[in-house]
Nanobody, 113 residues
């Protein structure tokens, strides 16, 4: 059983930055691929970024060049560095153990002036 807790969300102005964290407990996530997803009001949940156990990464086209996913296996934590934020990045952000039903409860990111 894996528990995931996201943190780091908040209100930020357009062009600003935030760093989200996803702390895992209950089991090591080092052997798993991990993903960050987001869900905006009235929209479906979408994949934002994924990082494999072997450190390979991929991103949604909408965030390429602005967001960076990383992981610290020693801390059992995955991060999402978000730069040059836009109002359309406003959403609840979730982390997920890839191809499982292990999800966190999410952290809200609001980009607004």
């Amino acid at each position: 059983q894996v528990q995931l807790v996201e943190s780091g969300g908040g209100l930020v102005q357009p062009g600003g930055s935030l760093r989200l964290s996803c702390a895992a407990s209950g089991s090591s996530i080092s052997i798993y691929d991990m993903g960050w997803y987001r869900q905006a009001p009235g929209k479906q949940r979408e994949l934002v970024a994924r990082i494999t156990s072997g450190w390979r990464t991929n991103y949604a086209d909408s965030v390429k060049g602005r967001f960076t996913i990383s992981r610290d296996k020693a801390k059992n934590t995955v991060y999402l560095q978000m730069n040059s934020l836009k109002p359309e990045d406003t959403a609840v952000y979730y982390c997920n153990v890839d191809r499982t039903d292990y999800w966190g409860k999410g952290t809200l990111v609001t980009v607004s002036s």
